[in-house]
């Protein structure tokens, strides 16, 4: 059995602890060793001086005064100006001329760390100083100057744009305005693009009680100067002159351009359309609203500068863009999931890496609307924009929320995040949703809801959404309301499992990762192909060919009976099917959005030496919660304290010799205790130790009830941890298994099907694996650090090879590090590349987080540097999975201000507040993509999700030139259009009557 020994040993001086100069970490700098079997590898870390990137006592508390700062509304960046002033008031050698008394209160360094006042012994000055010229002094100088104004320069930018630092969620953005209703075309009543979509929107809207709970923004005619950022002045000419001419004038006018109608309205119609998205673009950025979405028509995306284009008047999306970078943003993405290629969008920006353009639409190699080359995967910008413009064309019908979801997951918010935007703005077309006659594809509405969520992560929430296309009105109007439900942080609606994912989507998927792969790390975890491979390989790659119409453009566009329609017998079957759907679709609607589950009487379990896991951790969590302003929101709820752990509940998971023997144990001798706890694996234990693992375990079934009754989400801040406990003993500082036991409890009590566990404690949790391992009701999921085995517990069980027995292969997921220094990078690429995917694929009812902090930069016993902001953002994921039921239950952790401030940002993502984004800077090295790639190679087999993850990508786009000729998405077309009704002109539905 793998053997844990922890030795304790003070080593602060006394002045340091007079002054509690080490108070970041909670207990005494202690060292820690892991002692792993017959191996006999010692694994050495230092509570205060962590690795890897060890920090001396003055530098924690310069970390911790930062973090104070920022509580206290100081922006990070502004207090590392404020710190570079400070390093300027130093003498000759480095050190301040008023540091002296400070020093006197500094702790001792660790003999492993070189303290940055210390020289190495050799030639130098009597002090210890080594000499220098005073050219040097002042070329330290200016770089040090240049270095302040850089800071300077980017606490500008910040204070600018980063408004939302440590804030509550603000109401959601709202624009609708009935004059877009008289909008409509006068030749023909029957045009699909029609008063109607709006009107139908609106009253979903109103039925979900939504514009009550929204922030109503008054709406206004777009001026011609804000118009001019992107159109030219005969565009605007153009529209303008359509309220004084006649309808025979008008239809005259639209034969120039493609798919286009007017009216004596269109003009007014357009520019309250394009002042919507304005003036809730700039609310967004002031702070007044969260989010927004504009419910406007005529739609946008295809108009070009100075052509109108496919239904669209002014580019709603392209023309808010311009204002916000004329405003002084550096980073927009755009996302556009119409049906149809917003190439007006594109080449707005294809040149402008201030903007990353993302679209997924139907392609079908150029034969479907609107008949472009450059709508395919391997138009990716040019010049300074090349690498930001991203396309996924789809090349079959058909494709529903499986593909879509992959299609996110895979390529859209990885390279969105990966860009860091400081706005995202979303073309919203729902012309893919199931029963559109436009699109014949799948998509359910309430998938809409969850690729709506899963963007809010970005630009700390700011987020705003703009009505483009859908012309199913049943489906039109349940999508719309479900994304504005979504914005306004209501639960994300329930979701059928995805499946398999439709092969000419994946190679679609793989060309755009292919094409991507040079500019962006979170493409390259695919290898790149062996060219000896390709003739084995080349059936899963797409071409390049382009099939547009051979009559395309036309001298003259029509101006009638050029949209697609259904019979009125597909229609009545598609709107019962959607019906159903709306039906078997739960909207959850919670009283609280979080519980708190907290009792300070589990602080009494501690050991009689200072030790890592002190009641101190709990403590300084709940008091982080309190301070800030968490635990007095309308929308949190304290739970009640003293629930213990029963007999009963205990057994659902460990033996009855296990529940005996740990209670036996509060009626032992201090020596016996003591004794007994030596059998065990890195176990102490007091007097009071099994009394607070009930309530440690108690608390999170607190929780569980709570989510299932009255909150959405929900974190129980207890001790001792659980994961590491076996089913006959305890195990890890681990007495019960929390999180364990809560799964088991929730299909046994509240009758729960599907319960998926993430773990992700630095440390594999071999206790809720072995419990569950033969289990197909029990998803666990551990992201951890190996090492090849050697990192605790030491053990072949944390292997990525380790996948389930029985019933319950394929239902375990590890994901273990053999790299040191992981943090954001490495945890976002494994969550948005298999944990996400695969969860979705489980559909969960329930999701336990096991959420220890170790792998927290700063933490001494994990050595990573996982920050507080990617725990938010992988809560923020987790949440939208399972209804929004999702509880966090604290396991590990040992750096006091990581974990209280990871927890912190937990919680405020649960309960929808504006997250930090992500720093991605990191580079990826080869050892992390070989980490996934393994984990992907043997979890493939068993999950639909992670499909063709492997299959490498040509390094030259030449190698798709290559195989135009040989490889084609016809067959698998034509046979999709044979499994779904056809949409038609209406020209042809009447010539089958008359016949």
Request: with cysteine; proline share 5%.
């Amino acid at each position: 059995m793998a053997e844990r020994i922890v030795n304790v040993s003070p080593t602060r001086t006394e002045e340091a602890e007079r002054t509690g100069s080490l108070g970041n970490t909670g207990v005494d700098s202690i060292r820690v060793e892991l002692k792993c079997g017959e191996k006999d590898e010692r694994i050495c870390g230092d509570v205060l001086h962590t690795e890897p990137e060890r920090q001396t006592t003055a530098q924690a508390a310069e970390v911790k005064n930062n973090v104070n700062q920022a509580d206290a509304g100081v922006s990070p960046v502004r207090a590392e100006v404020k710190s570079e002033e400070k390093a300027e008031k130093t003498d000759g050698d480095g050190r301040s001329s008023e540091s002296a008394k400070e020093r006197q209160n500094t702790a001792r360094p660790s003999p492993n760390v070189k303290s940055p006042n210390v020289r190495n012994s050799g030639k130098g000055n009597s002090d210890g100083r080594s000499p220098r010229s005073s050219s040097r002094i002042s070329e330290i100088k200016k770089m040090k100057a240049a270095r302040l104004a850089e800071l300077r320069a980017k606490t500008e930018v910040v204070e600018k744009v980063d408004n939302r630092l440590d804030t509550m969620r603000r109401p959601t953005g709202l624009v609708y305005d009935e004059r877009m209703l008289l909008h409509h075309c006068p030749w023909d009543q029957h045009h699909i693009e029609s008063p109607e979509r709006l009107r139908r929107i609106w009253d979903r809207c109103v039925q979900l009680n939504l514009p009550e709970k929204c922030h109503r923004i008054e709406s206004r005619e777009a001026r011609d100067d804000e118009l001019i950022l992107y159109h030219s002045k005969e565009f605007i000419d153009v529209l303008e002159r359509s309220q004084v001419q006649t309808v025979q004038e008008a239809e005259k006018v639209c034969e120039k351009y493609d798919s286009v109608y007017l009216c004596k309205d269109t003009a007014v119609a357009a520019r309250l359309a394009a002042g919507a998205g304005i003036d809730l673009v700039e609310a967004v950025l002031r702070g007044d609203v969260h989010c927004g979405m504009g419910l406007v028509r005529p739609p946008g995306h295809h108009a070009m500068p100075d052509q109108l284009n496919g239904f669209c008047g002014y580019n709603n999306v392209v023309v808010a863009a311009k204002k916000a970078l004329a405003s002084g943003l550096e980073r927009i993405v755009i996302v556009d999931f119409d049906l149809h290629h917003g190439q007006g969008v594109q080449r707005a920006f294809y040149s402008d890496p201030r903007v990353l353009y993302m679209s997924v639409h139907r392609y079908e190699h150029g034969s479907y609307w609107p008949h472009l080359r450059e709508s395919n995967f391997d138009y990716v910008g040019e010049g300074e924009g090349l690498g930001y413009n991203v396309n996924v064309p789809l090349n079959v019908v058909n494709c529903g929320n499986s593909e879509y979801l992959a299609i996110f997951q895979r390529i859209i918010l990885p390279i969105a995040t990966e860009y860091c935007p400081e706005l995202v703005l979303v073309s919203a077309g729902y012309d893919a949703a199931v029963g559109c006659p436009e699109g014949c594809m799948n998509i359910t509405p309430a998938a809409y809801a969850h690729l709506i969520s899963s963007l809010s992560s970005l630009a700390g929430g700011r987020m705003v959404v703009m009505l483009e296309g859908g012309y199913c009105l049943d489906s039109l109007a349940e999508s719309a309301a479900l994304t504005l439900r979504s914005l306004a942080g209501e639960c994300t609606p329930s979701l059928p499992r995805t499946g398999g994912i439709q092969s000419s989507v994946l190679k679609s998927i793989l060309g755009t990762t292919a094409a991507l792969r040079p500019y962006w790390k979170s493409m390259q975890i695919r290898e790149v192909l062996n060219i000896g491979e390709l003739e084995e390989l080349k059936q899963f790659y797409p071409s390049i060919k382009f099939t547009p119409p051979p009559d395309f453009p036309p001298d003259k566009y029509p101006t009638r009976d050029y949209y697609l329609v259904f019979d009125e017998e597909t229609e009545t079957k598609l709107s019962l099917e959607i019906a159903h759907i709306n039906l078997a679709t739960r909207l959850r609607s919670t009283e609280k959005r979080v519980s708190v589950a907290f009792d300070e009487e589990m602080c009494r379990h501690r050991d009689t030496s200072p030790h890592p896991e002190a009641p101190e951790r709990i403590q300084r969590i709940y008091e982080t919660l309190k301070e800030g302003g968490f635990l007095c929101a309308d929308n949190v709820v304290e739970l009640l304290k003293g629930r213990k752990l029963s007999e009963e509940e205990a057994t659902l998971v460990h033996t009855q010799d296990h529940w005996e023997n740990m209670l036996m144990t509060s009626n032992l001798g201090e020596q016996e205790r003591d004794e007994m706890a030596e059998t065990f694996n890195s176990i102490y234990l007091n007097e009071f130790s099994v009394d607070c693992g009930l309530l440690s375990a108690g608390g999170v079934l607190s929780v569980v009830d709570s989510v299932m009754e009255q909150s959405r989400g929900g974190i129980a801040i207890v001790r001792p941890p659980g994961h590491h406990a076996e089913e006959h003993e305890p195990h890890g500082f681990c007495i019960f298994n929390n999180v364990a036991i809560a799964a088991k409890y929730a299909i046994s009590v509240h009758g729960l099907n599907r319960i998926l566990i993430l773990d992700w404690d630095v440390h594999h949790g071999n206790g809720i694996q072995h419990m569950f391992y033969g289990s197909d009701q029990v998803l666990y999921i551990s992201i951890h650090r190996y090492d090849q085995g050697s990192f605790f517990p030491c053990s072949e069980d944390a292997a990525a090879d380790k996948v389930g027995e029985g019933p319950g292969v394929g239902f375990n997921i590890n994901i273990p590090w053999n790299s040191r220094k992981c943090g954001d990078l490495e945890y976002f690429l494994a969550f948005f590349h298999i944990i996400m995917p695969v969860a979705y694929e489980f559909g969960p009812d329930l999701v336990l987080v096991s959420a220890g902090f170790d792998a927290a930069r700063g933490d001494p016993l994990g050595g990573y540097k996982v920050s507080p902001e990617m725990y938010g953002h992988m809560t923020h994921h987790l949440s939208s999975l399972a209804e929004g039921r999702l509880v966090l239950a604290l396991e590990g952790g040992y750096n006091l201000t990581s974990i209280s401030e990871s927890m912190h940002m937990c919680a405020k993502a649960l309960r929808g507040d504006p997250l930090p984004k992500l720093n991605l800077d990191a580079p990826l090295r080869p050892e992390v993509a070989d980490s996934l790639r393994e984990v992907l190679e043997a979890q493939q087999r068993f999950w639909s999700s992670l499909d063709n993850t492997l299959i490498p990508v040509p390094g030259d786009m030449k190698t798709f030139l290559d195989l135009e000729k040989e490889t084609t998405d016809d067959g698998e077309l034509a046979g999709r259009l044979g499994e779904i009704a056809l949409s038609v002109p209406r020209s042809s539905l009447q010539k089958e009557k008359l016949s």
